[in-house]
């Protein structure tokens, strides 16, 4: 066995070894169960009526024209933005540092590396490829066969093609611009193609008409010349039989072999463009670093921070700090259009004009900002889990280190619940709201908000590596079960704590009701408020002990 | 000033450190040394109270590390050997970060007197991800000297720095001890510890194998005369 195989095939024992050790912990054996559970009941129980939708969208000619034409639209995107997307950019192959480390001063060739990049590459392409057959199962053992091999081939030309045309970049001797001028040629005879064809396609009265009018484009004439490898490479998943899949097999077959000739033969210097992409793969999974370091004059911070006073505020000043250096307004804005959309679509038939429309953005901003925002906004222990061996040598209690970090994201989620609530109230009459109910809703955003971000923050301080993320989280299904663990443990951790508040609001709501005849809604909902964040005090004096006693060592262990 | 009593630390059946125990008075400038793998960072680690020791005690300046740590804190520095700076703080943001956690009264004065000690004026508006390794590690320490700490650790504080900054550091430590601080400097480096430590702890398996000045523990080890490497490979059995 040669040693780059030798590597490749250790390299995957291991792995699965201490994926397999990992599981005499019992919260990874619990996840795995409840991950197992999740695939069965969602891709692999039996197909029930409901479920019959996935089989269904194969069902039918017209259904495997529109997935193959999407599919092959799909690869030649990606075939073509590949040469004409930063054409100057020099040769760099996923190795990792050890790679570099260990094989680039070997006596090895080149021929010898790229060989062990293919071979290590086909890992990812087998499990995306078996996974993708998971979620698209056909209905048959045999059809999820030939979608499973299918898929992989497709992925692994794909695969091929992207590192050819990296290692293209830096060859000797090669006409560089011929590549690029074919993609722009060939994308030009596509986009004439439709182009051409525009009127006819617009008189089409149904989309079948539009979906086999384009494939009547993509199959003749120029177009068809260019689509055809791509096609060919996409009907070999959707292949209905085993006949069918024989006989759309030689095409992939031939791309792939000469895909892999293309990369094999070729004499590009790679290996100082992939050292400085292993140093930046390396440095992303290490944590979130500042892509572009800006300095700011100390008039950026968002207040000045006095030297005396409670240390909280020092931390909360800290969080805000680090908030405004790397969300920028341009990054808020960009969900801007998305909120108008959903927005208006709330409010459609509704005779609101603006104010109707804007106050529907309003409040699913609202309330994705109450149920998501915790989640989201993790500028608090979340993001500092990196820095607790700082923070444990602070003169401060962990009660303190845990409200002042959660007090960043839970200031600024309150602030735009508030401005949503704000607008809610500003065009109340003219919605036949009850402005009181706004306010009650903004009583109550920080309460929620704050207790959910504590109920997230234990998990960091007590299962730091269930929050731990990036690229060097853990991966699997025992993983995936403790995701879906810790969704419904956060959902049980707020009905639990939203019960006391809602039954005290209701039980002096109705008192309310029986003396005067009526609830103004602003009393029940200050309690409520007030129960909320006296149980975010105490579970914040919780948290704390038990950061007090928390051993960064088991994290340091876990990262 | 700082005093060990009796420290263990296990991690799941590995025994890091053991009974260990020792102290450090004003003025000393001990040198914790030991092989690989001896158990001197977890015993940093759990003097600053990073982690929690198994069994045993720890008190500064008389104030028990497990029973009151944040009066213990107020009267620490630990100086990592991989500077942890928060990403998104400038320079100057992180000391008056550390001088409001560590209410430090006359901040502005002790700031601008540190900057200039260390060289950091000019890079006060800076990033970490602006500044160099030997940048990083000098904001480090100008962080940790910003309370006038009684008790200071150093964990191989010359790693990635260059000459220059070797002799600042080295300056530091000496003058930090000669103010009357009790300084603790864990270090691979045997003629750093022999240049500017007070007594040396020699620690091995997680427990102590020597403790005294160089000339004390030349004669308990018999091996008078001798360097501090000498010592070292005899005393920790791996002189062959």
């Given amino acids: ?559 | 000033m700082i005093t060990v009593s009796h420290l263990t630390k296990v991690y799941g059946e590995l025994k890091a450190v053991d009974d260990f125990s020792f102290e450090v008075g004003p003025g000393e400038i001990v040198g914790l040394i030991g092989p690989n793998g001896a158990g001197k960072t977890s015993t940093l680690r759990c003097i600053v109270g990073i982690q929690t020791p198994t069994t045993g005690t720890i008190s500064i300046d008389g104030h028990d590390m497990a029973k009151d740590p944040v009066a213990a804190k107020r009267h620490l520095a630990f100086m990592a050997d991989e500077p942890h700076l928060f990403d998104y703080l400038t320079v100057a943001e992180h000391l008056r970060l550390t001088g409001r956690i560590y209410n430090v009264r006359d901040f502005d004065a002790r700031c601008s007197a540190l900057l200039n000690e260390l060289q950091l004026t000019e890079k006060e508006n800076s990033l970490p991800a602006e500044l160099s390794r030997g940048m990083k590690q000098k904001v480090a320490i100008a962080c940790g000297l910003l309370h006038e700490p009684k008790a200071l650790l150093f964990d191989e504080p010359l790693t990635g720095l260059d000459p220059l900054g070797i002799r600042h550091m080295k300056g530091t430590i000496v003058a930090r001890g000669r103010a009357g601080g009790a300084v603790i400097v864990s270090s691979h480096l045997l003629h750093l510890v022999e240049e500017i430590c007070t007594r040396v702890v020699i620690i091995d398996r997680g427990r102590k194998v020597a403790d005294g000045t160089i000339a004390e523990i030349s004669a308990q080890a018999a091996a008078e005369g001798s360097t501090l490497e000498q010592i070292f490979l005899k005393v920790t059995g791996r002189e062959s």
Avoid: H
Wanted: aromatic letters at 8%; glycine letters at 8%; one cysteine or more.
């Fill in chain 1, 1 to 559: 066995m040669g040693p780059l195989l030798y590597l490749t095939l250790c390299s995957l024992r291991n792995r699965m070894r201490v994926r397999l050790r990992r599981l005499k912990e019992p919260r990874y054996f619990i996840g795995l169960i409840v991950g197992l559970g999740y695939i069965w009941t969602v891709f692999l129980r039996p197909r029930t009526r409901s479920g019959a939708a996935t089989g269904a969208l194969f069902a039918t000619s017209d259904a495997r024209l529109a997935i193959e034409l999407a599919g092959a639209t799909l690869l030649f995107l990606l075939a073509a933005s590949a040469w004409l997307s930063s054409p100057k950019r020099r040769p760099a192959l996923s190795f990792t540092r050890a790679d570099i480390q260990f094989l680039f001063p070997a006596p090895l060739t080149r021929t010898e590396l790229l060989r062990y990049k293919v071979v290590r590459s086909q890992v990812g392409v087998l499990v995306g490829s078996a996974f993708m057959t998971l979620v698209f199962r056909r209905g048959s053992l045999a059809g999820g066969w030939m979608f499973f091999a299918g898929m992989a081939i497709a992925l692994t030309i794909l695969n091929l093609y992207i590192t050819g045309v990296s290692l293209s970049r830096g060859s000797v001797g090669v006409r560089r611009w011929l590549p690029v001028a074919l993609a722009a040629g060939a994308t030009i005879v596509l986009a004439g193609t439709l182009a051409l064809d525009w009127g006819t396609l617009a008189s089409m009265p149904s989309g079948t008409d539009v979906m086999r009018e384009l494939g009547r484009l993509a199959t003749t004439g120029a177009a068809g010349i260019v689509f055809s490898p791509f096609r060919a490479v996409t009907r070999l998943p959707l292949a209905e039989t085993p006949a069918t899949f024989l006989r759309a097999f030689p095409g992939p077959l031939l791309i792939l072999v000469l895909s892999y000739l293309w990369v094999i033969r070729s004499d590009a210097s790679f290996e100082e463009g992939s050292a400085e992409l292993a140093e930046k793969i390396a440095s992303i999974r290490k944590g979130p670093q500042p892509s572009t370091p800006r300095v700011r004059p100390a008039t950026a911070a968002p207040f000045r921070l006095s030297i005396e006073g409670r240390p909280e505020m020092a931390i909360l000043w800290k969080n805000l700090i680090s908030v405004g250096r790397y969300v920028s307004l341009r990054t808020l804005f960009r969900f801007l259009p998305l909120f108008f959309v959903f927005g208006v679509m709330l409010t459609r038939g509704s005779r609101g004009g603006v104010g109707s429309a804007l106050t529907g953005v309003c409040a699913l901003v609202y309330f994705m900002t109450i149920f998501l925002g915790p989640q989201l906004a993790r500028n608090d222990l979340r993001q500092d889990l990196r820095n607790l061996d700082v923070l444990k040598t602070w003169p401060v209690s962990g009660a303190t280190i845990v409200r002042g970090e959660v007090l960043a994201p839970a200031v600024l989620l309150t602030v735009i619940a508030w401005l949503c609530a704000l607008d809610g109230f500003v065009f109340a009459s003219s919605l036949k709201l009850q402005p009181s109910w706004v306010v009650a809703a903004a009583l109550l955003a920080p309460g929620l908000i704050v207790l959910q971000l504590l109920a997230q923050n234990t998990i960091a301080v007590m299962w730091p590596s269930w929050i731990l993320t990036g690229p060097a989280r853990a991966r699997g299904i025992d993983v995936m079960g403790q995701r879906l663990l810790m969704m419904l443990g956060l959902l049980l951790v707020l009905v639990v704590a939203v019960l006391p508040a809602g039954i005290a609001a209701a039980v002096l709501g109705l008192g309310l009701y029986y003396l005067i005849g009526g609830i103004p809604i602003i009393v029940p909902a200050i309690i409520a408020a007030a129960i909320l964040l006296a149980e975010a005090m105490l579970l914040s004096r919780a948290v704390g002990k038990l950061l007090d006693r928390t051993d960064v060592s088991a994290i340091d262990a876990l990262e």
